[in-house]
């Protein structure tokens, strides 16, 4: 079957760094894409990558691996307004979103 | 009109009671999507559209019905709802029709079914 994996939740510190990793076994890959969900709101997209290696967007970043079937997700210089789960979801050979269950993150001072 | 809208927001419901859920998108984007989200749980598609007057089933179709008359709309319906579809219910479009682009996606519509 196809399977997106994330920690439920993680703590982290204001101003500080954080990983949030995402493995995935799917049938056929087509992309990976991190979106970020405030609570009560709906995803906002965050990344899409289909190559290996790191894309950077200003604080957030996203790495893959195709051969390890692993992503993560590295937030810099983290903000309060950082507290939100982070989606993570792979597009399978038929184009199909398989979503994991997300990670709760969640930001202290 | 800027983006998705759905509605209603909130809805509380008694078991057997016909329900529909709008969504209407002003970015003309061809593919559109309905979604439950469901604690513990990734997003799980209910239903797509890959362009106007086709549809298909997702993960969890049953109990569901869609109609994509035109571009902008694609309304769900529960024909006679049942407790287990208590969810937050996410209509998303993209840009493209062969597979899901990056999603837009509406506020979502917190269903309670009684």
């Not at chain 1, 799917?26 to 970020?36: A, D, K, M, R, V």
């Not at chain 1, 009560?40 to 051969?67: H, I, M, Q």
């Not at chain 1, 507290?83 to 038929?94: E, G, H, T």
């Not at chain 2, 569901?64 to 996410?90: C, E, H, I, K, M």
Request: net charge neutral.
């Amino acid at each position: 079957g196809q399977n997106i994996d994330q920690p439920t939740e993680m703590t982290a510190t204001e101003g500080a760094i954080v990983q949030i990793n995402c493995t995935y076994q799917t049938s056929g890959f087509n992309g990976l894409f991190w979106y970020q969900q405030h609570a009560g709101e709906a995803p906002t997209f965050l990344s899409y990558n289909v190559l290996d290696g790191l894309e950077e967007k200003g604080r957030f970043s996203s790495f893959l691996s195709r051969s390890k079937g692993y992503s993560y997700l590295l937030l810099k210089e983290l903000q309060m307004k950082d507290s939100a789960s982070y989606l993570c979801a792979v597009m399978d050979s038929n184009y199909q979103l398989i979503w994991g269950a997300g990670t709760k993150l969640i930001i202290k001072p | 009109i800027a983006g998705i809208t759905q509605a209603p927001t909130s809805q509380i419901l008694a078991a057997g009671r016909r329900m529909t859920l709008r969504c209407t998108q002003d970015m003309r984007h061809n593919a559109m999507y309905w979604y439950r989200q469901d604690l513990g749980l990734g997003l799980r598609l209910i239903h797509y559209s890959n362009t106007a007057g086709t549809t298909g089933k997702g993960e969890v179709p049953d109990g569901y019905s869609v109609s994509r008359a035109n571009t902008d709309d694609f309304p769900l319906t529960l024909a006679s709802a049942v407790p287990s579809q208590t969810s937050v219910y996410f209509c998303a479009s993209s840009k493209s029709n062969r597979g899901p682009g990056e999603l837009f996606f509406g506020e979502g519509s917190r269903l309670t079914v009684l």
